[in-house]
């Protein structure tokens, strides 16, 4: 037995949904994929939130590292279902080490997904910083090969304003003009 619950489980999951709606509690995020040393990947599937986020629409689903190993299953999990989220935590760090791979992805999930649920994340706090991650997203571009290939788009301004900050910000219900125009007062 490895201790792990599910999301989608009316026993232990949708209680504490509930109680969340009743708290005002509307954006919920979950680790999903990449397992922490020996627990069980098949423990970390994001297919559990496929009831979660139908049954509670009112609700905001936020899947970390697309769900790698189940980069399919979180695409189309995502790509069906608007309240789901995806934060881009440990994908972003491939664009040090795998740019490829990152174009990829990123190519795959502006197709399907669209930049309006794309949350920044780069697991920088475990690697010393988040200057080099941030320096490589603002320069990630997709290929042509990879546009005229699968039908990706291309990766505009707007779309890594959205993921940088702006769709956590409508999450959270900031108000981007105003928070900056509060900071200039104070800096003023």
């Known amino acids: 037995m490895s201790g792990a619950w599910r999301c989608d489980d009316k026993e232990v999951a949708y209680p504490m949904f509930e109680l969340c709606a009743e708290l005002s509690v509307d954006v919920?995020?979950?680790?999903?994929?990449?397992?922490?040393?020996?627990?069980?990947?098949?423990?970390?599937?994001?297919?559990?939130?496929?009831?979660?986020?139908?049954?509670?629409?009112?609700?905001?689903?936020?899947?970390?590292?697309?769900?790698?190993?189940?980069?399919?299953?979180?695409?189309?999990?995502?790509?069906?279902?608007?309240?789901?989220?995806?934060?881009?935590?440990?994908?972003?760090?491939?664009?040090l080490v795998a740019p490829r791979l990152l174009q990829g992805q990123m190519g795959r999930l502006l197709m399907e997904v669209g930049s309006e649920r794309l949350l920044w994340g780069s697991e920088a706090a475990l690697a010393g910083g988040p200057a080099a991650y941030l320096d490589a997203f603002m320069d990630l571009e997709i290929p042509e090969d990879l546009q005229a290939g699968y039908g990706y788009p291309s990766i505009t301004r707007w779309d890594k304003e959205n993921i940088l900050g702006r769709n956590v910000a409508r999450l959270m219900n900031v108000d981007i003009e105003a928070k900056r125009g509060a900071l200039s007062e104070v800096a003023g």
């Open 28 to 95: 919920i995020q979950f680790h999903k994929g990449v397992p922490f040393g020996l627990q069980n990947v098949e423990d970390l599937s994001p297919l559990d939130l496929e009831g979660a986020a139908r049954d509670f629409r009112e609700m905001t689903f936020i899947i970390h590292h697309p769900g790698l190993p189940y980069f399919e299953e979180t695409i189309s999990i995502a790509s069906r279902f608007r309240n789901v989220y995806l934060s881009l935590s440990g994908n972003i760090g491939y664009g």
